[in-house]
């Protein structure tokens, strides 16, 4: 498993399906998979879902989402409208979403699944590696703000 699922998702399928768990589930680890640095941003309203991002801001710079439903889970392209789409595997008809219904783990495992999300992960910045700074503790650090001149 790629990370364990936080405790909330946990608690907010407990009241999904057994099936439709498991395709959460395994779904997230295929996207974390594909995106191991990706942010995970959990939210529930009519359902389930979850954005993933490498800001932590899932509306403007996400790159997919997963929606739990009664007897499925869908799988989200934030920009999929401009995913190539040449087999017409993407479903919807709104201005920039385009999602991937799974019903069956089967339908998880096909490669088209990993295609599209690969596409996904293309279309968005990925923030710059932080650099890691190593810092002597003898080091001086400045505190405050600099004095006015006079």
């Not at 699922?5 to 907010?12: E, F, Q, S």
């Not at 990706?38 to 899932?58: D, L, N, R, W």
């Not at 920039?96 to 910045?125: F, G, K, M």
């Amino acid at each position: 498993m790629a990370r364990p699922p936080d405790l909330r998702l946990l608690g907010y399928l407990a009241a999904y399906n057994p099936h439709v768990l498991d395709l959460m589930l395994a779904l997230r680890e295929v996207v974390l998979e594909e995106a191991p640095d990706a942010v995970e941003s959990i939210s529930k309203g009519y359902a389930v879902a979850i954005g993933f991002s490498f800001t932590g801001k899932p509306l403007k710079d996400g790159f997919c989402h997963i929606v739990a439903y009664k007897t499925h889970v869908n799988l989200g392209f934030n920009r999929g409208a401009l995913l190539p789409d040449p087999s017409g595997v993407l479903a919807g008809t709104g201005k920039s979403i385009r999602h991937i219904t799974i019903r069956s783990q089967n339908e998880l495992e096909h490669a088209s699944v990993r295609r599209y999300l690969q596409a996904a992960i293309e279309q968005v910045d990925r923030p710059p590696a932080k650099p890691l700074l190593e810092r002597n503790s003898k080091t001086p650090t400045r505190r405050g703000r600099r004095p006015k001149s006079r």
